[in-house]
């Protein structure tokens, strides 16, 4: 399992590293925010059509691992791609080159993700799924932090070659892992394939409650990411200061993750993923209090610790709730959109927060996080119709 987590961290971590850099680049050669800000749409936005396609393929498709290696072949290649282009060509160039790259993430955020019940032992998936939690706890926390210090010490070019080394290099710990059969037969029509996957996921309450819970925490989150940059400003911090409140909220995420798996055992996991997106709408109330940064760490730090049972509960859901021959729709569907929900969260906060201020945006965050959970909870009541 080593070779799984080493190429599915680095995958992450490149795509962690890919939204940051974007900006980046095309503000440095175009000195243009508009153009990076559709790029970055453009890269987002597409997952949300292409996540049950890709699940469908991948479920139906023997050579699952060289789907995963294809998708950070193209990665590899738009991004080496993009320095060649950016400020040297036609605008559209550039964020067309960025929507082919995201095109396929949810290959990253789901595809990998869809293949933990074919390799490990059910005995073992809580555990798994608290490693693969962290895998991506990694990812987040590096990502970011990696691309923003390589840019600042060395130059954007470098950061855009590092991510196609990380890659490269997920595609070599790829190659590692046993070849896994198909989960479905491909006699079925593909596009019946893609409903079926779509038809589970809302006709099972008790995935659809964890769905619709995480996938409302990333509508959330991707507010978040406008309000604390320019909430930076009320504690006498610059904007990148908001850098390390995601740290602190992912290392709290990672902590909890690894240390409580025995979660999954007690609780069902959707009433996991609801209890803990609620317990961080109720630790982000507090963030307008704070008046010193190091106060607003801490409460980051905290409400991460209570966010970290969130993730590998989801993962829980998914496998429990879904048959093995859907795990790739399922996850990858999901996955799709979590990621259009976390970009109209982007361009909700882009609007909504010069208008109301920082502060009122915070608690706007909590109360769309204690919403979701509500959501989650009233979903739950019913019975599901899949149980593994």
Not at 281 to 305: K, R, S, Y
Request: charged share 10%.
């Amino acid at each position: 399992m080593a070779s799984y987590y080493l190429a599915a961290t680095l995958a992450r971590l490149a795509d962690e590293m890919v939204a940051f850099t974007l900006v980046l680049l095309v503000l440095e050669r175009t000195d243009s925010p508009a153009l990076a800000g559709i790029t970055g749409a453009a890269y987002a936005l597409p997952a949300v059509a292409t996540g049950p396609l890709l699940g469908a393929w991948l479920d139906r498709t023997p050579y699952r691992r060289s789907a995963l290696a294809l998708n950070q072949a193209v990665l590899g290649v738009v991004m080496l791609s993009l320095l060649a282009v950016v400020g040297h060509s036609a605008h559209w160039i550039t964020p067309a080159l960025a929507a082919v790259a995201g095109a396929t993430l949810p290959m990253v955020s789901g595809g990998f993700t869809s293949m933990l019940p074919s390799l490990i032992p059910p005995d073992r998936l809580a555990r798994a799924n608290s490693f693969e939690a962290a895998s991506f706890g990694a990812a987040t926390i590096t990502g970011p932090a990696t691309a923003a210090t390589i840019a600042a010490t060395l130059s954007v070019n470098v950061a855009v070659v590092v991510i196609a080394v990380a890659a490269t290099l997920s595609i070599c710990a790829i190659s590692r892992l046993p070849a896994l059969p198909p989960l479905q037969t491909a006699a079925e029509p593909f596009l019946p394939a893609v409903l079926a996957g779509l038809t589970h996921l809302v006709r099972t309450p008790r995935l659809r409650a964890s769905t619709v819970t995480t996938t409302l925490l990333m509508g959330a989150t991707g507010l978040l990411l406008i309000a604390l940059p320019l909430h930076m400003a009320s504690l006498g911090m610059p904007k990148s200061a908001a850098g390390y409140l995601w740290t602190a909220v992912e290392i709290g995420c990672v902590t909890t993750a690894l240390l409580l798996p025995r979660l999954q055992a007690r609780w069902r996991p959707e009433q996991v993923v609801i209890v803990s997106v609620a317990a961080y709408g109720l630790a982000v109330t507090t963030w307008p209090l704070a008046t010193a940064f190091a106060a607003l760490l801490v409460m980051a730090f905290v409400g991460g610790l209570l966010e970290g049972p969130t993730l590998p509960a989801m993962f829980a859901a998914r496998q429990q709730y879904s048959p093995e021959s859907l795990q790739g729709r399922v996850s990858t569907t999901a996955a799709s959109l979590r990621v259009g929900a976390a970009a109209i969260g982007q361009a909700t906060g882009g609007l909504l927060v010069p208008v109301i201020g920082t502060h009122k945006a915070l608690l706007v965050v909590a109360l769309a996080l204690l919403a979701a959970a509500a959501l989650g909870a009233a979903i739950s009541r019913k019975a599901p119709l899949y149980v593994s």
